[in-house]
């Protein structure tokens, strides 16, 4: 099974310029994740969809970090200027938000392999 | 609100040796407890889980029971080798909440031959 998919696994750019991060969830999944890790800061969740809306992005830093969910197969994390403090690996997680009862909780989540961000 | 809390590392054993990450946490509700894995380079992975009071999940030579009355999910391991050297994060999410997960510092463990 393919599991969630992230690109690029690696980028390098210069401060100012715009980051885009893209992922594809598990094919069923409905419930979305992005976090950023650090290890000044460890795993931070930067916001949440679910069935393709935005539920919770109070872990969005700042105004120049954007995500869009068009579609249950595909999210984007942008960064529009980037700066150095934005360097991080970057991931997207999906899960299943469906269990016995309503109880979502045992559902875990499934995580991509990380884009590893420098910005420079 | 909810919180997740983790031995501080790095945690050092030669192979063989038992493991134990001490995990305690803090929820609104009644919460699934999970441990994930992270090896170098990769994201995290589910290690193993437990959904209600006094259940143990194991996967691969890890184990982690379920404690209320402590609120614990500590993990161990008998003899671990040296391929099981990775971050591990406990993690919870609460039925009384959002269910958006609430995650461990992490714990890097580092196996020796």
């Known amino acids: 099974d393919a599991g969630v998919i992230q690109s690029p696994r690696h980028e390098v750019t210069e401060m100012g310029q715009e980051v885009t991060l893209r992922c594809k969830p598990i094919s069923g999944h409905n419930s979305l994740f992005w976090y950023r890790q650090t290890m000044m800061r460890g795993l931070e969740l930067l916001i949440y969809?679910?069935?393709?809306?935005?539920?919770?992005d109070s872990g969005m830093p700042e105004d120049r970090f954007s995500a869009k969910m068009p579609n249950a197969s595909f999210s984007t994390l942008k960064i529009q200027p980037s700066e150095p403090r934005d360097s991080a690996v970057y991931f997207c997680?999906?899960?299943?938000?469906?269990?016995?009862?309503?109880?979502?909780?045992?559902?875990?989540?499934?995580f991509g392999d990380g884009t590893r961000l420098s910005i420079l | 609100g909810d919180s997740v809390t983790q031995m501080e590392g790095p945690v050092t054993l030669s192979e063989e040796a038992f493991l134990t990450i001490n995990c305690t946490y803090t929820a609104t509700g009644y919460p699934s407890l999970f441990w994930y894995v992270q090896y170098p380079g990769e994201g995290l992975q589910l290690l193993l889980k437990a959904t209600k009071a006094d259940d143990k999940g194991s996967n691969k030579g890890f184990e982690a029971t379920y404690r209320k009355e402590t609120t614990s999910f500590h993990l161990e391991k008998g003899s671990v080798q040296v391929s099981d050297s990775a971050v591990y994060f406990c993690?919870?999410?609460?039925?009384?909440?959002?269910?958006?997960?609430?995650f461990g510092r992490g714990t890097s463990l580092i196996v020796h031959p």
């Open positions: 997680a999906s899960s299943e938000r469906r269990g016995q009862g309503g109880d979502y909780s045992n559902q875990p989540q499934h």
């Open positions: 969809f679910n069935n393709n809306v935005p539920i919770d």
């Open positions: 993690a919870l999410s609460d039925r009384g909440g959002s269910y958006i997960p609430t």
